[in-house]
T-cell receptor, first 113, second 115 residues
Framework: KQEVTQIPAALSVPEGENLVLNCSFT??????LQWFRQDPGKGLTSLLL?????REQTSGRLNASLDKSSGRSTLYIAASQPGDSATYLC????????????FGKGTTLSVSS | NAGVMQNPRHLVRRRGQEARLRCSPM?????VYWYRQLPEEGLKFMVY????????ESGMPKERFSAEFPKEGPSILRIQQVVRGDSAAYFC?????????????FGSGTRLTVV
């Protein structure tokens, strides 16, 4: 059974700091991995999607890496800003037929100015 | 492109009433998924539907919960005889058939409160 774990559960950093959020999954047979952002009381915003054949994806100040064999992904945020404060969720898809996304519980990030 | 539209945003029901949650997928998407987020827990898959078909309902509670995606109109998640434990945020996501390549788009959710 696929399980997704995110560490740390919460993180507080000063503005401008670079940071890394971690995601691990127990079954390496994934189709893709997606990082989302969730603001309090709001929906999910997709940040980055990494196919199982890819090693990383970049969007602006965000960079996500994937090491499928070790069951790990990281989300790197450069030069953090107060507007980055949110909960970051990692989710894996187990294939076209396995339609459910399996989510971690998230990392709640707080960036202080 | 309005994205995935869910309504209502907030819903309050008394115990024993019925709750109906609606979801209109993103334009061009024909696949709909429902997830539930209980307080202090992660999002859990409930059901996956295509037009007029339930494809995977492995995450749906066996009783009181049902879902449909009719040929015309939005997808509906129905909860009959609600109990306090049903209080949660319910999210709908949609995708194209090529979800492996393009991923999922989520709506803003419906916050259900049972009093």
């Amino acid at each position: 059974k696929q399980e997704v774990t995110q560490i740390p559960a919460a993180l507080s950093v000063p503005e401008g700091e670079n940071l890394v959020l971690n995601c691990s999954f127990t079954d390496s047979a994934i189709y893709n991995l997606q990082w989302f952002r969730q603001d309090p009381g709001k929906g999910l915003t997709s940040l980055l999607l990494i196919q199982s054949s890819q090693r990383e994806q970049t969007s602006g100040r965000l960079n996500a890496s994937l090491d499928k064999s070790s069951g790990r992904s990281t989300l790197y945020i450069a030069a953090s800003q107060p507007g980055d404060s949110a909960t970051y969720l990692c989710a894996v898809s187990t294939g076209q037929a396995g339609t459910a996304l399996i989510f971690g519980k998230g990392t709640t990030l707080s960036v202080s100015s | 492109n309005a994205g995935v539209m869910q309504n209502p945003r907030h819903l309050v029901r008394r115990r024993g009433q019925e709750a109906r949650l609606r979801c209109s997928p993103m334009k061009g998407h024909s696949h709909v998924y429902w997830y539930r987020q209980l307080p202090e827990e992660g999002l859990k898959f409930m059901v996956y539907l295509q037009k007029e078909n339930i494809i995977d309902e492995s995450g749906m509670p066996k009783e009181r919960f049902s879902a449909e995606f009719p040929k015309e109109g939005p997808s509906i998640l129905r909860i009959q005889q609600v109990v306090r434990g049903d209080s949660a945020a319910y999210f709908c996501a949609s995708s194209s058939p090529d979800r492996g390549r393009y991923g999922y788009t989520f709506g803003s959710g419906t916050r259900l409160t049972v009093v």
